[in-house]
């Protein structure tokens, strides 16, 4: 391709393509033409965000006075927190239905798995934040298939869930971004599109109840085995549990294929009457099933069982991380696509590179999603330097992401860290760096310091209380090493004594009880996170960590002991000196989100 000269002040990149069909293409010249306009676009949207909502209580309380101008912005709107909405979100949840954030009535609430004192963050959404979402999905398989060919002659084995929802106080619904789309005519009632065919049905998709939605979307998937073309999950963690879900019930699976008959465990009516005209006896499909998998060699049972299959797609990339070797492991090897960035206060962008290996993903922000700034991180000065607009953040620095959307999170910080790692057109390609603040997370959990320092708080508590003992210091990690994946605590006891099993595995269970919804809800109802465990470590090994962090140039003076450990090295010898191991014996207490009367 001949180099073009860049436009004074303009980034240009290849063009995207060639486009698999004349859809796609359209698809294509759309993204091309948002990102070469990026600056203009943002300034579109700023205005259209500001005039149509010129009249709410909160963009008149400062001072606003109808200006729709990126500066009167900067100069009269805070950067703000949760926190500084809370008390607007919570008379939104009450049933103030008056224009307080957005001209635009709240269709409903956005349950984020970032929280806030515990329970879940609630984002505010209108119902044309529907169209936008869909607009984003639209995007990805044009440019997926400008890297996959093919994609059309087969289906996408995804491993898709609703999770529970509530109404607030004031009547609102209030659930995951995810649930909310599953449910909406987007979703149920979508065209017939050859590049998106999901071998689950929609009503095992929708079905509410984790264990049968996904013994439904497992069969379907080895029932299609010959057509699946992709497999994936939201999130790797995701995919990971389908497969332990497989390794734990093939006999039953296939024992359905076998018989043609629906195992009773699935009761759901509209489930049951979707799988009906899947399943006929089919005694050689049961027989390679139940060959493979009573093998017990699970290495590359992607690849086997569904042998067409030319990527995973699932997002390895922030806090999913850690599964890539595990996923590899079980996929044999299989690329993994991370296709989009998203949360459930806005959708942000797509890979526009989605095969390119893990470490290099980057996602394109999108520029009509909202507007977006970001706050540099690295500036070295003592207050936090102002924030920058989408086109004016530098290659190779990290941000602090700050969205400004339509239905009403004005310059609102997301907590995410991102740092640039190019550009298609004008608009910045970013690495997602991590999360603020989050310390641990196995699924959707996002657990920070203060958190895990109360359920250390509790779980001391009791400890002291039963056997006189006390915790001298602590540390963790997410370990992630089996499926589901766990927090593992690693307790010094002062004066290095031991407490009876008993009292050490309700120490594990206080910490979870004390740990937010997310983990709770993620433990007790999906099962996507595995028991807590103490690991009890002899006297003096807090020393040796710190005497490790100086050896290798930590400061004597500054030393402080972190509160999680990702470090191989030092979580090797935290193990080594691992005196007694304990798990929490029960789930934490979960209830679903305002049925105890609360927004
Ligand atoms: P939620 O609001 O519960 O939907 O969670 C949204 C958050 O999930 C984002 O703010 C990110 O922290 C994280 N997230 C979403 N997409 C990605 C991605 N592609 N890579 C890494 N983290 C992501």
């Known amino acids: 391709m001949v180099a073009v000269m860049p436009a004074a002040g303009r980034r240009t990149s290849e063009p995207l393509g060639p486009a698999a069909c004349e ?9 091309e033409e948002m990102t070469a306009n990026a600056g203009e676009v943002q300034e579109r949207v700023l205005a259209e965000i500001l005039s149509r909502n010129a009249g709410t209580e909160y963009l008149r309380r400062h001072g606003m006075g109808g200006a729709t101008d990126r500066k009167t912005f900067r100069e009269k709107l805070p950067v703000v927190t949760y926190e500084d909405l809370r008390p607007e979100i919570q008379r939104i949840a009450d049933g103030d239905r008056s224009a307080i954030l957005s001209a635009e009535p709240i269709s409903e609430f956005l349950t984020s798995s970032g929280t806030s004192a515990g329970e879940r963050k609630l984002m505010p959404t209108i119902e044309e934040d529907l169209d936008r979402r869909e607009l984003l999905y639209s995007l990805l398989m044009p440019v997926m298939n400008v890297y996959v060919p093919g994609l059309d002659k087969g289906k996408g ?7 529970s929802e509530t109404k607030t106080a004031g009547g609102l619904a209030a659930r995951p971004v995810l649930t909310s789309y599953y449910n909406s005519h987007h979703f149920r009632q979508r065209p017939f599109d050859p590049y998106n065919v999901y071998t689950s049905p929609t009503a095992a998709i929708l079905c509410p109840d984790p264990r049968q939605s996904m013994y439904a979307q497992m069969l379907c998937g080895l029932l299609h085995r010959l057509d699946v073309l992709r497999v994936g999950a939201v999130f790797a963690s995701g995919l990971l549990r389908a497969i332990r879900f497989l390794q734990l019930n093939w006999r039953s699976l296939a024992a359905d294929i076998a018989s043609g008959e629906l195992s009773a465990e699935v009761s759901d009516r509209s489930v049951r009457e979707a799988l009906f005209p899947l399943l006929r006896p089919d005694p050689d499909l049961a027989r390679f099933i139940a060959g493979e998998c009573a093998a017990g060699e699970w290495g590359g049972i992607v690849r086997r069982i569904w042998p067409k299959t030319k990527y995973l797609d699932v997002i390895v990339t922030g806090a999913m991380a850690p599964y890539i070797p595990t996923l590899e492991f079980y996929s044999g090897g299989l690329p993994m696509a991370c296709t989009m960035y998203a949360s459930s206060e806005c959708y942000f962008g797509l890979n526009l590179r989605p095969m390119c290996p893990p470490a290099e993903v980057a996602y394109t922000i ?3 999603m909202g507007f977006f ?8 000065d003592a207050s936090p330097a102002p924030p920058v607009g989408l086109t004016e953040v530098e290659q190779g620095k990290e941000y ?3 969205i400004t959307t339509y239905a009403g999170l004005y310059r609102y910080q997301v907590g995410d860290v991102l740092q640039v790692a190019g550009f298609h057109n004008t608009a910045p390609a970013f690495k997602f760096v991590r999360r603020k603040n989050v ?14 320092q109360a359920a250390v708080g509790r779980a001391a508590a009791w400890l002291a209380e039963a056997s006189g003992l006390g915790v001298a210091e602590y540390t963790s990690q997410a370990c992630t090493e089996e499926i589901p994946g766990h927090y593992v605590v690693y307790w010094e006891l002062i004066g290095g004594g031991s407490a009876a099993a008993e009292v050490m595995e309700r120490c594990c269970w206080e910490m979870e009880e004390a740990l937010n919804v997310v983990y709770r809800q993620n433990r007790a109802r999906d099962g996507s996170i595995g028991p807590l465990e103490i690991r009890v470590v002899r006297q003096g090994t807090f020393e040796e960590v710190m005497d490790c962090a100086i050896a290798r140039g930590a400061s004597i003076n500054q030393y402080k002991l972190p509160r999680c450990v990702g470090f191989r090295p030092i979580i090797e010898l935290l193990d080594s000196r691992v005196v007694a191991a304990h798990f929490s014996p029960a789930p934490p207490t979960w209830w679903p989100e305002g049925s105890r009367g609360r927004a």
């Open 373 to 380: 700034e970001f706050i540099p991180l690295d500036s070295g």
């Open 366 to 368: 999108m520029p009509n």
């Open 23 to 31: 859809s796609d293409a359209k698809k294509l010249e759309y993204i």
């Open 157 to 163: 084995l995804y491993f898709l869930f609703v999770k």
């Open 400 to 402: 602090e992401l700050v």
């Open 439 to 452: 310390i641990l997370s196995i699924d959707s959990d996002k657990t920070d310091e203060a958190e895990l």
